[in-house]
């Protein structure tokens, strides 16, 4: 349950998905985005154009 909570106090500080790029010519970390929840229209934009741009997006956690 604590592993819970800690999750949930970190969503909250988090207001805006980021991208890192990971590899030279292939893909990026996303950080800052739930998949188990609703995406605003903003992160679904910057999914979008981070996917075009690296081809592969990893989801860590």
Do not use: I
């Given at each position: 349950m604590g592993r819970k909570r800690q999750a949930n106090?970190?969503?909250?500080?988090i207001s805006a998905p980021v991208v890192k790029r990971v590899g030279?010519?292939?893909?990026?970390?996303?950080?800052?985005?739930?998949?188990?929840r609703p995406l605003d229209a903003a992160a679904v934009e910057t999914v979008r154009q981070a996917h075009a741009e690296h081809g592969v997006l990893v989801f860590p956690d």
């Open positions: 106090t970190e969503a909250s500080t030279a010519f292939l893909g990026a970390e996303v950080t800052g985005v739930h998949l188990t």
